[in-house]
């Protein structure tokens, strides 16, 4: 990712977006009054004017981190955020453009030509290039990798060609090694030679003449240790590794678990290829978390804020046709018992409760199991027993307040015969409620989607059918 900016000290980046959108606000308001005046050689005073007010705001994102330009640009309408986009340095574009929600990315390259994309991007590191290489037109991606050395191509070609949700699509290709059979002394001058090391460097990968791993130093040994005393005898010999093909989701809950920096990627040879560092692991886990968000929320990508209503739209039919469809057919369950509801109008009312306590406890289910599936925690070996934990608790938690919402329902219409459908309604639609908050994910889960993906619909539909199903059924049967 991009090096830190040490050329101010840090500021909130909320105060930051203020004041260039006050500055903003400045340039428009100016540049009205101007343009409304009748003065000589009006053209010109119109440009330097123009030029003045935007000098400030330049200065101001030059002393900004590509972070929170990116911030300050997901933040601004599109109008204003092309404004500020001409305002960057060229040499900053890339940085900014990998920071960026894919969302804004979009708008920002639309508005650049096939020079400015190749010159932003092959400033970038190889992984901030393949990154960035999906979001380019081929054309652009094509010149790309022609304008890049032999080394570099091959390493980016390489990266591009792993699952984007896998290690290798992730790892770098900037890292140190050396070999066992030196000394710490040596391995300190050798990076001293050096100058400079890659971001995030906490470990050397130890390695043959041939590139096999064979394990790693971590800086801190090579400092507390006898110089004199070989790498062989210092190294741990069992570091945590990764394959390019490993899952992204499983690497970053090693990196997690065991706290780590960097670690080593090897092929099936056990030969060092790459890396993975704790900057990018983070930056994945927060897109995963994103992504789980919006399909929670029925949306089918990342939405830019600022884009049009078509497009908006466009992004949210398919999760409201689908749940307008099951709308409809909780509906129908509904109208099956109209000449029920018309008979006792208590049943209007008190229906949407059963409806709502079920769908609060489905939803509570599938949440937490879809945060099972996402950590690897629920499997086949355990999965029986988490059922039946789920139904205890909805069987728990249906007693209590089927049984405080009974009690309700009878001092409300004084009727004990609807206090007690009320309470086995509310008892019977939580066990369904958690059944269905456990099984949508898992079905989900089993078809190769990600569980988060529809399931919190799924589980409303049913707890709403079943809720209306069986609190009027009864009712029917019992108080009719």
């Given at each position: 990712m991009a090096e830190e900016n040490?050329?101010?000290?840090?500021?909130?980046?909320?105060?930051?977006?203020?004041?260039?959108?006050d500055l903003l606000a400045r340039h428009k308001l100016v540049e009205s009054l101007v343009h409304k005046?009748?003065?000589?050689?009006?053209?010109?005073?119109?440009?330097?004017?123009h030029k003045q007010n935007l000098a400030e705001l330049s200065k101001k994102l030059d002393r900004l981190h590509p972070a929170d330009v990116a911030y300050i640009l997901e933040a601004l309408p599109l109008e204003d955020r092309l404004l500020v986009w001409d305002l960057v340095k060229a040499e900053r574009d890339?940085?900014?453009?990998?920071?960026?929600?894919?969302?804004?990315?979009?708008?920002?390259?639309?508005?650049?030509?096939?020079?400015?994309?190749?010159?932003?991007?092959?400033?970038?590191?190889?992984?901030?290039?393949?990154?960035?290489?999906?979001?380019?037109?081929?054309?652009?991606?094509?010149?790309?990798?022609?304008s890049l050395d032999h080394a570099k191509r091959a390493q980016v070609e390489a990266?591009?060609?792993?699952?984007?949700?896998?290690?290798?699509?992730?790892?770098?290709?900037?890292?140190?090694?050396?070999?066992?059979?030196?000394?710490?002394?040596?391995?300190?001058?050798?990076?001293?030679?050096?100058?400079?090391?890659?971001?995030?460097?906490?470990?050397?990968?130890?390695?043959?003449?041939?590139g096999r791993l064979i394990g790693t130093l971590p800086l801190k040994r090579m400092l507390v240790h006898d110089p004199e005393a070989h790498v062989a005898a210092v190294m741990s010999d069992e570091p945590v590794v990764f394959h390019p093909s490993d899952a992204a989701a499983d690497a970053a809950q090693a990196f997690e678990r065991y706290d780590l920096v960097t670690a080593p990627v090897v092929d099936a040879q056990h030969r060092l290829v790459g890396r993975l560092t704790v900057d990018v692991v983070v930056d994945f886990i927060r897109?995963?978390?994103?992504?789980?968000?919006?399909?929670?929320?029925?949306l089918k990508e990342e939405e830019d804020l600022f884009t049009t209503v078509w497009k908006s739209a466009r992004n949210?039919?398919?999760?409201?046709?689908?749940?307008?469809?099951?709308?409809?057919?909780?509906?129908?369950?509904?109208?099956?018992?109209?000449?029920?509801?018309?008979?006792?109008?208590?049943?209007?009312?008190?229906?949407?409760?059963?409806?709502?306590?079920?769908?609060?406890?489905?939803?509570?289910?599938?949440?937490?199991?879809?945060?099972?599936?996402?950590?690897?925690?629920?499997?086949?070996?355990?999965?029986?027993?988490?059922l039946v934990k789920e139904?205890?608790?909805?069987?728990?938690?249906?007693?209590?307040?089927?049984?405080?919402?009974?009690?309700?329902?009878?001092?409300?219409?004084?009727?004990?015969?609807?206090?007690?459908?009320?309470?086995?309604?509310?008892?019977l639609n939580l066990l369904v409620a958690a059944t269905a908050g456990y099984l949508a994910p898992r079905l989900i889960n089993r078809t190769g989607r990600d569980p988060a993906y529809g399931s919190p619909i799924l589980t409303t539909f049913i707890t709403d059918s079943m809720g209306f199903f069986i609190f009027l059924g009864l009712a029917t049967v019992v108080l009719l």
């Open positions: 040490d050329k101010t000290p840090h500021e909130p980046v909320e105060d930051s977006l203020r004041q260039v959108m005046q009748d003065m000589p050689r009006h053209e010109l005073v119109e440009v330097l004017v890339g940085d900014i453009l990998v920071e960026v929600s894919d969302a804004v990315r979009e708008s920002l390259i639309e508005a650049m030509d096939n020079r400015e994309l190749v010159a932003a991007a092959a400033s970038l590191d190889t992984d901030e290039i393949a990154d960035l290489a999906p979001d380019l037109p081929s054309d652009v991606v094509q010149e790309l990798l022609k990266s591009l060609s792993y699952a984007e949700d896998s290690v290798g699509a992730l790892m770098d290709y900037d890292f140190v090694t050396i070999r066992a059979d030196v000394t710490l002394e040596v391995a300190l001058r050798y990076l001293r030679r050096l100058g400079d090391l890659p971001p995030h460097t906490d470990k050397l990968f130890v390695v043959e003449r041939d897109a995963e978390a994103e992504e789980d968000m919006l399909q929670l929320a029925g949210r039919w398919m999760w409201l046709a689908i749940n307008l469809c099951t709308a409809l057919i909780a509906s129908r369950v509904v109208g099956a018992f109209e000449g029920s509801i018309e008979k006792l109008a208590a049943l209007a009312a008190l229906m949407p409760i059963v409806a709502g306590m079920g769908g609060n406890t489905g939803n509570q289910t599938s949440t937490l199991v879809v945060r099972g599936l996402a950590l690897g925690i629920i499997n086949d070996d355990n999965a029986r027993r988490i139904l205890g608790v909805a069987l728990f938690n249906g007693t209590v307040w089927g049984g405080v919402m009974g009690v309700v329902a009878y001092l409300l219409y004084q009727n004990a015969a609807l206090g007690g459908v009320m309470a086995v309604a509310m008892l």
